[in-house]
């Protein structure tokens, strides 16, 4: 990768400054931070890749807008009291960035060196951004190169990402005040990714001929990553979360938010026996999504000679939700897990299987690839 990092503040799990900024000896595990719209969650990790320290804490109303910081003083001290509140120590670390402002997108370029390639992503990239180029931190990774033919050159496969640098910019001077270094920023397609690999690594499986989708149930987004052969396919985020569900529970039964979010834990909305207009709704919900991911699979399957999806992970808190994973697999017909379940089976520590569902983003950002 180009390591100019001049419009480039975002790099996918790979360290600003290249190899000089790994961690030097005495130095605390990177610490893996998600600041989501209505909640921190922050983790560290022993140098075993297993969970030492976590907190999470819910943010105010108002301080996160669509993944923007309104309110940069005030999340710094929640952070700082979260960190110093479960014992998290170190100042270096790596950033889960979402929002509907962060551009993801496949590009394939002719094989050529890393100066030409960002030319021709900026080139490429312009028509996909509101603004102009030179307002965004953009970075790239090679996901494949495709082999030339007779008469053609090679190809690379790419994946980009691109965010408005003001809002990168305000992470990190937010995560200064609360005397955090970030190392690197990563997002939610190439986390999902690293997650997978390293999960079935863990597990002494092989990811090369592994075709898995993700899917990341949030509180706002619903984002849907398809790997082809362990490799980041095909992305797509859908404007709607968890919190849609919590609040019409909270309107329906006339009870408060955090009462809904904790009815919505314990129902099964999916069982034959429960029947009522709010059961209705969230299947009804969760109907459209499923019919959004099966367009998806159908769209990978096409341009992957008709092979299909060998199995789908669900992760975020609304993974979490009574009998999903089983709707979700009558309708698919293809195996669908909880990623945290397989995460907690590695990665053990003082946290739990829902705590692991709600850390998932914290953590895949603390994965490094070579």
């Known amino acids: 990768m180009n390591r100019e990092r001049s419009n480039r503040q975002i790099s996918f799990d790979k360290v600003i400054g290249h190899r000089e900024d790994r961690l030097k000896k005495g130095q605390k595990p990177m610490i893996g931070i998600d600041i989501g719209s209505n909640s921190l969650k922050m983790v560290q990790m022993k140098k075993n890749s297993r969970i030492h320290r976590w907190g999470m804490e819910r943010v105010p109303e108002g301080l996160i807008n669509q993944g923007r910081i309104e309110v940069s003083s005030q999340l ?61 931190s953009i970075d790239y990774k090679v996901l494949e190169y495709i082999p030339s033919k007779v008469g053609m050159p090679g190809k690379l496969r790419l994946m980009v990402a691109a965010v408005p640098n003001k809002i990168v910019q305000n ?28 999960m079935m690594l ?34 797509k985020s859908i404007a709607s979360g968890g919190d849609y569900l919590t609040s019409h529970i909270s309107e329906k039964l006339k009870i408060d938010y955090m009462e809904a979010e904790a009815f919505k834990r314990k129902a099964n909305f999916f069982e034959n026996n429960f029947q009522n207009n709010t059961c209705e709704y969230i299947k009804n919900y969760f109907d459209y999504l499923i019919t959004d991911i099966e367009r998806t699979i159908e769209f990978y399957k096409n341009r992957n000679n008709q092979k299909g999806l060998d199995h789908i992970y669900i992760m975020g808190g609304g993974s979490l939700l009574k009998g999903l994973s089983g709707y979700m697999k ?11 379940d ?10 739990n299987t829902e705590k692991v569902a709600a850390f998932s983003q914290a953590i895949g950002a603390t994965i490094r690839e070579e």
């Open 202 to 235: 863990s597990q002494s499986k092989t990811v090369d001929n592994s075709n898995i989708g993700i899917i990341d149930f949030g509180a706002n987004t619903t984002n849907i990553i398809l790997l082809k052969e362990g490799n980041y396919f095909i992305h």
């Open 342 to 351: 397989t995460l907690h089976q590695s990665k053990k520590g003082n946290i």
């Open 171 to 198: 992470y990190i001077n937010t995560l200064k005040k609360a005397n955090l270094k970030v190392v690197y920023v990563d997002v939610v397609p190439n986390i999902a990714g690293k997650l997978v690999k390293w």
């Open 76 to 136: 710094a001290e929640i952070i700082k009291k979260t960190a110093h509140r479960n014992k998290i120590k170190g100042n270096q670390c790596s950033l889960c960035l979402s929002g509907s402002d962060l551009i993801v997108r496949e590009l394939k370029l002719p094989e050529m060196n890393e100066d030409q390639i960002m030319d021709n992503i900026k080139h490429e990239i312009t028509s996909f951004l509101p603004l102009n180029h030179e307002e965004y």
């Open 330 to 340: 009558e309708h698919l017909s293809v195996g669908v897990s909880l990623l945290s």
